[in-house]
């Protein structure tokens, strides 16, 4: 019903950038605009953990402390795809990058747990050097 594909990841040395793409398919109640998308991440040995939100409607961001003023979400509904620059990169940001969709036409949610998601991708992997 709903897939969502990553691609951008990639080997950068730290203070590099990398643009992390996921581009959304589904149709009907399942199109692009009515879901909020995340970027979530997991580290070898480590939860998965938030990286940033967006919303459906009005495009409102949220981030974690970790990444604030480096990461970078953003979408595009005409492109079904939503973005993640990130930028000043840090050995620890290596992880694989997941994309994920929330169906925002339910309860509100805490759009920083990642049980709130209905759908995710394969992911990305994202390694930073030092």
């Known amino acids: 019903q709903v897939q969502l594909v990553e691609s951008g990841g990639g080997l950068v040395q730290a203070g590099g950038s990398l643009r992390l793409a996921c581009v959304f398919s589904?149709?009907?109640?399942?199109?692009?605009?009515?879901?909020?998308m995340g970027w979530f991440r997991q580290a070898p040995g480590k939860e998965r953990e938030f990286v940033s939100a967006?919303?459906?409607?009005?495009?409102?961001?949220y981030s974690a402390d970790s990444v604030r003023g480096r990461f970078t979400i953003s979408r595009d509904n005409a492109k079904n795809t939503v973005w993640l620059q990130m930028n000043a990169l840090k050995p620890e940001d290596t992880a694989v990058y997941y994309c994920?969709?929330?169906?925002?036409?339910?309860?509100?949610?805490?759009?920083?747990?990642?049980?709130?998601?209905?759908?995710w991708g394969q992911g990305t992997q994202v390694t930073v050097s030092s």
């Open positions: 994920a969709a929330h169906w925002a036409g339910g309860p509100r949610v805490d759009y920083h747990n990642a049980n709130a998601y209905d759908y």
């Open positions: 589904g149709r009907g109640l399942s199109s692009f605009s009515n879901f909020a």
């Open positions: 967006i919303s459906s409607n009005f495009g409102s961001t």
